[in-house]
């Protein structure tokens, strides 16, 4: 037999040994996470560190699961850094979060420099840029923001790996309203009194928010009721013109308003109208950034502490 040139062995050898002994080929590591959202599914490769959050609702849940919050949207009073209803959580993780632009309009580039493990927003907010968000970081979005908040802050925490922190913290929330719920009715012959939540918002027009709503839902949970004669609806707000002001009327009245810097509100006109001075509620003006925007956990705790001052009653603070 003949000796074969030293590149045919060679190669001859490697095919021998190829067919001998199959080729391992390690597994392909398992991702940290696969969340299920509003926009599909995303694989979540590690542990998120470095959180963007483009809705007010995912700036609380990043920071109330703690996690380092690396960037937010500004949204209408929200301009000079975080809100101060975030208080210790956001000096602990959010001490290095930047804007990345406006709500309706957040900055791509502004982003990507962030370079997130995690992006976290609502479809109702940005399905449009979902494509080139994903491009930049794993994206998670919820279906919609504001009475969806404890939904969202448990989609952050199955995106973060912090479930059971995020159903603790909703288990904290909900015990210290019904504690203040209980304390009021302690105080009130054993019953809570109605409540209504009226907003001031630059039309013509005040909104007359439901249980359905982000601060409809806090108010439910401390266990408030709704006077029988407001009107029924799906909807979170419903318009009521000055010749219905009537409609707002319960034993406690909260009142916010939005200083639109663009109109001039109807405020004065609903208040001077001799139907508001039969309104037998006790009126209670309420911060409008915390009762309408806030949307998480932190400004529900806040929306607390507001109605436990309102009632003279145990704060009940974690």
């Known amino acids: ?39 599909g599914e995303t694989a979540i490769p590690a542990q998120p560190k470095r959180v963007v959050a483009l809705d007010q609702s995912f700036v609380d849940a990043v920071l109330t699961l703690e996690t380092q919050l690396a960037g937010y949207t500004t949204y209408r009073a929200i301009e000079g850094g975080l809100p101060t209803y975030l208080g210790p959580l956001a000096a602990t993780y959010g001490t290095d979060a930047v804007p990345v632009g406006r709500l309706e309009e957040p900055s791509l580039e502004q982003i ?70 209980r304390e009021i009715a302690a105080g009130s012959g054993g019953t809570l009194p109605t409540v209504s939540i009226v907003r001031f918002a630059g039309e013509d027009t005040v909104r007359l928010y439901t249980e359905k709503s982000y601060a409809g839902i806090v108010l439910r949970d401390v266990g408030f009721p709704r006077p029988p004669t407001q009107p029924t609806t799906d909807k979170i707000a419903v318009d009521v013109s000055q010749e219905r002001i009537l409609d707002l009327d319960a034993d406690r009245i909260f009142v916010a308003t939005w200083a639109d810097p663009t109109a001039t509100g109807p405020k004065a006109q609903f208040t ?47």
């Not at 190829?18 to 590591?29: H, L």
């Not at 009762?291 to 309102?310: F, I, K, N, P, R």
């Open 1 to 39: 037999m003949k000796h074969l040139p030293a590149i045919a062995l060679t190669a001859l050898l490697t095919l021998v040994t190829a067919c001998g002994s199959p080729q391992q080929t390690a597994p392909a590591e398992a991702p940290f996470r696969v969340v299920q959202h509003a926009m």
């Open 112 to 181: 990507a420099a962030l370079k997130p493990d995690l992006i976290l927003s609502a479809k109702v907010r940005h399905e449009a840029l979902y494509g080139q968000l994903s491009q930049i970081a794993p994206t998670v979005f919820s279906e919609t923001t504001g009475p969806t908040w404890k939904e969202n802050l448990r989609l952050a925490g199955r995106a973060l790996g912090k479930e059971d922190l995020a159903e603790a913290e909703i288990a904290e929330y909900e015990q210290r309203a019904a504690g203040i719920g």
């Open 272 to 318: 001077s109208n001799p139907l508001w001075s039969r309104l037998t509620g006790a009126q209670h003006e309420v911060d409008d950034l915390t009762w309408m925007s806030a949307v998480g956990l932190q400004g529900a705790h806040t929306l607390l502490d507001d109605v436990a001052e309102t009632f003279s009653v145990d704060l009940f603070r974690p």
